[in-house]
C-alpha cells in the first residue's frame, strides 16, 4: 500500500518549453502532496506543499510563477516547468501524505529526471 | 531556516564492519525520519522516530533519536555490501514547515 506514481521518469526538452509533471497516489487519498528538487550529489530541498483544492504554498526562493502547482484532486498533483532553462534540469520528486500533520509519512515517487537542453 | 547536519558525508568500509551515521540539528523536530536512496529514484522510508529517546531496531540498523529531538543517529552491524547506497535523514516539524528539511545525506559503500 501507499504507492506515489509519478510520470514521466525522465523528460528531454528545450529550452523555453514547458514540461508537466503528474505525482499520483495509486491506493490511498492524499490529502497534501509536496515537490521536491534534487540536484546532483546534493539532498532534497522542498519546493512546495500543496493541499487538495487549494493555491500551493511555495519555499522561500522558488517562483510560483515558473513551477506551477495544481492539486485538483484527492489523487493528482501536477508541477509544470513553464519556459524551462538548463539551470531547470533537476530530479524533481514528489510525495504523497494522508493528512497534513508533522507525524503523517510522506511517500515518496520514483522522482522525475528533467534535462534542458 | 532549519538545518539538518549529516555526517559522514562519504563512507567506504569493508564488509563486516559497523558504522554509525550522525544526524544534527539546533532545531527541535516533531519527528525524524530516515531514508535510503537508490541512484535515480525516489527515496525509501526506514525509519519513523517521534519520542525523544526513543530507538528503533530493523534487522542490523539501530535508529535512535537524541532526548531532545534534536538530533538522531543509524547504527549498522555487520555491513552486507548490500547495504551500499544514499542514507538521508529528515526532519518534520521544524518551525512549524511542513515539508520535510533533509539532511545532505551519506554515501555509503560496503565493499566486499
Known amino acids: 500500500g501507499a504507492v506515489v506514481s509519478q510520470h514521466p521518469s525522465w523528460v528531454i526538452c528545450k529550452s523555453g518549453t514547458s514540461v508537466k509533471i503528474e505525482c499520483r497516489s495509486l491506493?490511498?487519498?492524499?490529502?497534501?502532496m509536496f515537490w521536491y528538487r534534487q540536484f546532483p550529489k546534493q539532498s532534497l530541498m522542498l519546493m512546495a506543499t500543496?493541499?487538495?483544492?487549494?493555491?500551493?504554498?511555495?519555499e522561500q526562493g522558488v517562483e510560483k510563477d515558473k513551477f506551477l502547482i495544481n492539486h485538483a484532486s484527492l489523487t493528482l498533483s501536477t508541477l509544470t516547468v513553464t519556459s524551462a532553462h538548463p539551470e531547470d534540469s533537476s530530479f524533481y520528486i514528489c510525495s504523497a501524505s494522508h493528512g497534513a500533520g508533522v507525524t503523517d509519512t510522506q511517500y515518496f515517487g520514483p522522482g522525475t529526471r528533467l534535462t534542458v537542453l | 531556516t532549519q538545518l539538518l547536519e549529516q555526517s559522514p558525508q562519504f563512507l567506504s568500509i569493508q564488509e563486516g564492519e559497523n558504522l554509525t551515521v550522525y544526524c544534527n540539528s539546533s532545531?527541535?523536530?516533531?519527528?525524524l525520519q530516515w531514508y535510503r536512496q537508490e541512484p535515480g529514484e525516489g527515496p525509501v522510508l526506514l525509519v519513523t522516530v517521534v519520542t525523544g529517546g526513543e530507538v528503533k531496531k530493523l534487522k542490523r540498523l539501530t535508529f535512535q533519536f537524541g532526548d531532545a529531538r534534536k538530533d538522531s543517529s543509524l547504527h549498522i552491524t555487520a555491513a552486507q555490501p548490500g547495504d551500499t547506497g544514499l542514507y538521508l535523514c529528515?526532519?518534520?516539524?521544524?518551525?512549524?514547515?511542513?515539508?520535510?528539511?533533509f539532511g545532505k545525506g551519506t554515501h555509503l559503500i560496503i565493499q566486499p
Open positions: 500543496s493541499n487538495e483544492g487549494s493555491k500551493a504554498t511555495y
Open positions: 529528515a526532519g518534520a516539524g521544524g518551525g512549524g514547515a511542513d515539508g520535510l528539511t
Open positions: 491506493d490511498f487519498q492524499a490529502t497534501t
Open positions: 532545531s527541535v523536530f516533531s519527528s
